[in-house]
């Protein structure tokens, strides 16, 4: 079936560049996301990109799309305290299908 | 708009005790999910509803009931619960178009002893 890979855990200095990456399986992927979790609540969809996107800009963040090696990563610029959350990377196979979600990466900033 | 909405926040049941969790959207949408987070484990998906009157087993649905009463709510029911079944319950919602992105509930935190 189809799968979703993050590496578990990420720390970085306070004003740097924050690099998440997620791999996947299902080549016929149509959207990818990424959503936030802060601790005691819900996931918060930060961003998505369509699969026939290879990047894509909102403010601090970037995402990257690798369709061919399947793979995704999410730039957080001048990484901030506030950002310090769980990432989780999602696929959608089709249409109005549950999403597959990797297991979250745990981004932790030093002041 | 409240977006979606569960009750209860928290709860302790004993082994063997039964409860519902509720979960209600005013996003107008088609489909709704019941995941459950466990440490080191992500969200694993219970079951979902892909429309009104329908319901599909996820990847972890031993020892749960869903009853989707309306197309604004979708219920989580435990019959017997176990310890195992300690972990944080998120209802979730999508529509039927556009990106297909899931709306997150805040959680229900339940403990089995």
């Excluded at chain 1, 992927?29 to 959503?35: A, D, G, N, V």
């Excluded at chain 1, 990432?87 to 979250?104: D, I, M, Q, R």
């Amino acid at each position: 079936g189809e799968d979703v890979e993050q590496s578990l855990f990420l720390s970085v200095r306070e004003g740097d560049s924050s690099v998440i990456n997620c791999t996947y399986t299902d080549s016929s992927s149509t959207y990818l996301y990424w959503y936030k979790q802060e601790p005691g609540a819900g996931l918060q969809l930060l961003t998505y990109i369509f699969s026939n996107m290879d990047m894509k800009q909102d403010q601090r963040l970037t995402v990257l799309l690798n369709k061919k090696d399947k793979h995704l990563s999410l730039r957080i610029a001048d990484t901030q305290t506030g950002d310090s959350a769980i990432y989780f990377c999602a696929e959608n196979h089709s249409g109005n299908t549950p999403l597959v979600f990797g297991k979250g990466t745990r981004l932790s900033v030093i002041a | 708009n409240a977006g979606v909405t569960q009750t209860p926040k928290f709860q302790v049941l004993k082994t063997g005790q039964s409860m519902t969790l509720q979960c209600a959207q005013d996003m107008n949408h088609n489909s709704m999910y019941w995941y459950r987070q466990d440490p080191g484990m992500g969200l694993r998906l219970i079951y979902y509803s892909a429309s009104e009157g329908t319901t599909d087993k996820g990847e972890v649905p031993n020892g749960y009931n869903v009853s989707r009463l309306n197309k604004r709510e979708f219920s989580l029911r435990l019959e017997s619960a176990a310890p195992s079944q300690t972990s944080v319950y998120f209802c979730a919602s999508s529509g039927s178009s556009g990106v297909y992105e899931q709306y997150f509930g805040p959680g229900t935190r339940l403990t089995v002893t």
